[in-house]
C-alpha cells in the first residue's frame, strides 16, 4: 500500500524560507516521479515541481526559488522554498506517478502553506 505523508507546512512571512517533507512507504522515491502540486483556496491543483530518475521540472512561478530533492536512504522528497511570496499560500500535496501498467498517481494528505505579506 502506497502512502505520503507531507510535513513541514506553517505560517511564514514574506521572503522566508520553509522546507517540506514527503515521507513514502510502499514505494521507492528513487524509482517513481516524485513532484509536489498546490492548491489555493477556490483554485484549482497546481503543479509546483518534479523529481524523476534524471531531472527535475519546475512551475515558472517558483523557478529560482524552490528546489526538489531526494534522499533514497530516507525514502522522503523535500522541497526547499525560498524567497516566499503571498502568492504561494496553499495546501501543499505529495504525488507519487507509478507505472505498473498503467501510470497511477497517488497522493498525500496536503500539508498548508501560509504566506503573511
Known amino acids: 500500500q502506497v502512502q505520503l505523508v507531507e510535513s513541514g507546512g506553517g505560517l511564514v512571512q514574506a521572503g522566508g524560507s520553509l522546507r517540506l517533507s514527503c515521507r513514502a512507504s510502499?514505494?521507492?522515491?528513487?524509482?517513481?516521479?516524485m513532484g509536489w502540486y498546490r492548491q489555493a483556496p477556490g483554485k484549482q491543483r497546481e503543479f509546483v515541481a518534479q523529481i524523476t530518475t534524471g531531472t527535475t521540472n519546475y512551475a515558472d512561478s517558483v523557478k529560482g526559488r524552490f528546489t526538489i530533492s531526494r534522499d533514497n536512504a530516507k525514502n522522503t522528497v523535500d522541497l526547499q522554498m525560498n524567497s516566499l511570496k503571498a502568492e504561494d499560500t496553499a495546501v501543499y500535496y505529495c504525488?507519487?506517478?507509478?507505472?505498473?501498467?498503467?501510470?497511477?498517481?497517488?497522493w498525500g494528505q496536503g500539508t498548508q502553506v501560509t504566506v503573511s505579506s
Open positions: 504525488n507519487a506517478m507509478i507505472l505498473s501498467g498503467v501510470l497511477t498517481p497517488y
Open positions: 510502499g514505494i521507492s522515491v528513487s524509482s517513481a516521479a
